[in-house]
């Protein structure tokens, strides 16, 4: 079974930056074929995308709520990919997500069509 374990999540003030990692549970020769994304989830709300890489590495996606943001990157050597949050603000709030499909595509995977999730990373906001 895959793991998908998100790191980084914590308490930031209003246009304060934060970094989340989420490393996967498979070597590189696997991982290269996992198009990766963020979800967050709020208090009372479904989960929701943020955004999403490509497996290729070519294609991003982002929420327009993030986009200009927010960066999404992947790293193969380590499994692991990596959402950039800046000037962060306090409906960012949530608990932050990884999610990974098989060569799948960005839409696809935004849309909640996932193999694996992750248990989730908490980012709180103040204001």
């Known amino acids: 079974q895959v793991r998908l374990v998100e790191s980084g999540g914590g308490l930031v003030r209003a246009g304060e930056s934060l970094s989340l990692t989420c490393t996967a549970s498979?070597?590189?020769?696997?991982?290269?074929?996992?198009?990766m994304a963020w979800f967050r989830r709020t208090h009372g709300k479904e989960r929701a995308p943020v955004a999403a890489v490509s497996w290729t590495g070519v294609t991003t996606s982002y929420d327009d709520s993030v986009r200009g943001r927010f960066s999404i990157s992947r790293h193969d050597e380590g499994s692991t990919v990596t959402l950039q949050m800046n000037d962060l603000k306090p409906e960012d709030t949530a608990v932050y997500i990884c999610?990974?499909?098989?060569?799948?595509?960005?839409?696809?995977?935004?849309?909640?069509?996932?193999?694996?999730w992750g248990r989730g990373t908490q980012v709180t906001v103040s204001s």
């Open positions: 999610a990974a499909r098989v060569r799948g595509a960005v839409g696809d995977v935004l849309s909640g069509t996932v193999d694996y």
């Open positions: 498979v070597p590189k020769s696997a991982f290269t074929y996992y198009t």
